[in-house]
């Protein structure tokens, strides 16, 4: 993600810097894009992480990064720094820069964790460019917010391009395009390189050569073959165990089973190259001319683009796609982010770091040309010229909705409330942590990556794999785990329930929205919005339910019913799901459910969103065999959550 400072009050945006895609303001010094005149311009950091105003972090988050929009010289210590407020302590660390002097990351030493539930300013100043050796205009600052306790989840790929297929290859891909991979989880960059992603074919055929790059808030490694790929030939990408997330942790690949990391591999044919062509806009949200435009509303563009390929990610950031208010000043509107949707690679998302103004037009403009956005191939098809439009915005409304705050919950595939958790089968993975309020004794059937604790699993029928971290009260679960089931863990547990609440009362605030299905919401195709069931209970049944983003991949959906959700059915039998399309997220869906869910009884198909519930929840039923895969979280604040082979998916921030 590219997160910025303050923004140049001048227009128009003349040129691009050859090395640094930095635009150049008007004349006179800028805070963020610099100052233009005797010695060039200044620097702008255009990426952090942790983003600004981020909650949840990890207590072992070890690596904290800057993106700088040019070349920067070597940066000392006190350019710098990560701040608390007393009694923490600053926490210090050694600076590097990487090979093409635009990325600075500061590594904290092992053993010298971040406190908990503490917030930190990061500050970036003094920084100079290596070519004109102008310094930041000022100050860089952001803030960011400790989580409970560490982090022990370990990343995973969570798509391909080409496509991972079983058992492989794909065929087709295109021959004259970048091969990349998106991550679950925000990765050390050093540690994506040349060493750790590496394509390869088989004699004859000659392995490319090209070069590895990583898109910090995309979570997208890119390998760019220097010369097209042979057509009919089989490649093999692998991105090893030496690429780790921000924590250390190390790559859970396709390679072996958790707890134990492993490198992910995929192959694929290489197919005629992709038919050159030019990238246009096909459509935005908000549309041109739209008035009434929501205040917290993020700008997005959706991309038509040659067949079988993907916008680049490189190619997006506060540069190429910019926002603007009304003229004479035309001020740049801060963005939070500028990110490309991982389902189609070809929605692109302004996110404002802070909400719009009311009654203020806006002008929102994607750069074209060789300095432009460009598709994924090599080289990269491009705008023939800027594409720009204006939208109006209005006051805030009830179908203004934003996500909803989950605090330290967010980490968890499941809670199980006061009452414990419990699996059978030994297909159960949650990718994430669980917990519950209660002893370490009322959750069974399961084990994590972490310390390697194992909460009474019988062999051969009901083993599940955390890919996190297990927070219970005392005692703790067996003689050898004795860093599991303590006061720290309760105390995360007890956290992770009070802001679940939190979260759940908020939902249940939210104005109260129609019952578009009566009760049963098989078969629509749902815009973002407030959903109650007016009746009560939601269901799911007799067919999947489609939520359609409209090219805003910052979305809401939020369902509201007093009693029961069920998905599946009638009875036992006839799994469904539900699918998200053009640019929809499942950390955005919600289910407030007051009472208990039921996902899926007869196991299989896919639950998306964030379940909070006051009595429990269970997914699939003992005896079935089909997996049941929930892309969210389900989060009880009472009763206890069952678990049949079931995969939860925890989103991504």
Avoid at 623 to 651: C, W, Y
Wanted: hydrophobic residues 45%; proline residues 7%.
């Amino acid at each position: 993600m590219k997160t910025f400072d303050r923004l140049s009050r001048c227009r128009p945006w003349l040129a691009i810097l050859a090395l640094s895609a930095a635009v150049i303001g008007c004349s006179g010094r800028d805070p963020i894009l610099g100052e233009q005149g005797v010695g060039g311009l200044a620097p702008a950091v255009i990426a952090v992480t942790p983003l600004n105003a981020a909650t949840g972090i990890p207590t072992n988050y070890a690596v904290i990064t800057a993106t700088f929009s040019e070349p920067v010289a070597p940066i000392t210590s006190g350019e710098i720094t990560l701040t608390c407020a007393a009694p923490c302590t600053n926490a210090t660390g050694t600076i590097s820069l990487d090979a093409t002097n635009t990325v600075a990351t500061l590594t904290l030493p092992p053993g010298a964790p971040l406190a908990a539930l503490t917030t930190y300013t990061g500050t970036i100043t003094g920084v100079t460019s290596l070519a004109t050796g102008v310094a930041l205009a000022g100050p860089y600052t952001w803030h960011f917010a400790t989580a409970a306790g560490p982090d022990m989840t370990w990343p995973a790929i969570t798509m391909t391009f080409p496509a991972t297929s079983t058992p492989g290859p794909t065929a087709g891909a295109p021959s004259n395009a970048v091969i990349s991979a998106i991550f679950s989880k925000d990765m050390a960059p050093a540690t994506i390189n040349a060493s750790s992603f590496t394509v390869t074919c088989a004699s004859p055929c000659v392995s490319p050569a090209g070069g590895v790059s990583y898109s910090v808030g995309a979570r997208t490694a890119e390998f760019t073959p220097s010369a097209n790929l042979t057509p009919g030939a089989t490649y093999t990408a692998t991105i090893s165990v030496a690429a780790t997330d921000m924590s250390g942790n190390a790559l859970a690949g396709n390679q072996g089973t958790l707890p134990a990391a492993s490198s992910y591999v995929w192959t694929f044919t290489a197919g005629a190259a992709a038919t050159a062509g030019s990238v246009s806009v096909m459509s935005t949200n908000p549309a041109a001319n739209a008035t009434a435009v929501c205040s917290s509303a993020s700008v997005n563009a959706t991309f038509n683009v040659p067949s079988g390929l993907r916008m680049n990610t490189a190619t997006l950031n506060a540069a190429t796609f910019t926002v603007t208010g009304p003229a004479p000043n035309a001020t740049p509107v801060t963005p939070a982010s500028v990110t490309l949707d991982a389902a189609t690679g070809r929605i692109a998302t302004f996110t404002p770091q802070s909400p719009l103004s009311a009654g203020v037009t806006y002008t929102a403009t994607i750069k074209g040309g060789a300095n432009g956005v460009a598709d994924s191939a090599t080289p990269g098809n491009t705008m023939q010229s800027d594409f720009a439009w204006t939208f109006t915005v209005g006051a805030t409304s009830s179908a203004c909705a934003t996500p909803i705050s989950l605090g330290s919950a967010a980490t968890y595939g499941a809670f199980g409330g006061s009452a414990g958790m419990t699996n059978t089968g030994i297909l159960t993975v949650v990718n994430g942590d669980i917990g519950t309020t209660a002893a370490s004794t009322s959750v069974t059937g399961f084990h994590d990556a972490g310390p390697g604790c194992t909460y009474t699993e019988v062999v051969g029928a009901n083993i599940g794999t955390v890919n996190g971290l297990i927070n219970t009260a005392p005692p703790p679960p067996t003689v050898g785990c004795p860093t599991e089931g303590t006061a720290v863990t309760a105390a995360a547990a007890a956290q992770a329930s009070a802001d679940a609440l939190t979260a759940y009362n908020a939902l249940v605030a939210m104005p109260a929205g129609p019952d578009p299905g009566a009760g049963n919401l098989a078969n629509l195709v749902l815009a973002p919005g407030d959903y109650t069931a007016a009746a009560g209970t939601f269901m799911i049944q007799g067919g999947n339910l489609t939520l359609d983003a409209q090219g805003n991949a910052n979305a809401v959906w939020v369902f509201q019913m007093a009693t029961t959700l069920t998905v599946g059915g009638p009875g036992a039998a006839f799994p469904q799901s539900v699918v998200l399309v053009n640019g929809a997220q499942a950390k955005n869906v919600y289910w407030q459910v007051g009472s208990s869910a039921t996902i899926n009884a007869a196991g299989g198909g896919t639950m998306v969103g964030t379940i909070i519930t006051q009595a429990g929840a269970a997914l699939s039923t003992v005896g079935n065999t089909s997996v049941a895969t929930l892309d969210g979280r389900v989060l009880s604040l009472g009763a206890s959550v069952t678990l049949v082979d079931t995969v939860i998916n925890v989103p991504s921030p």
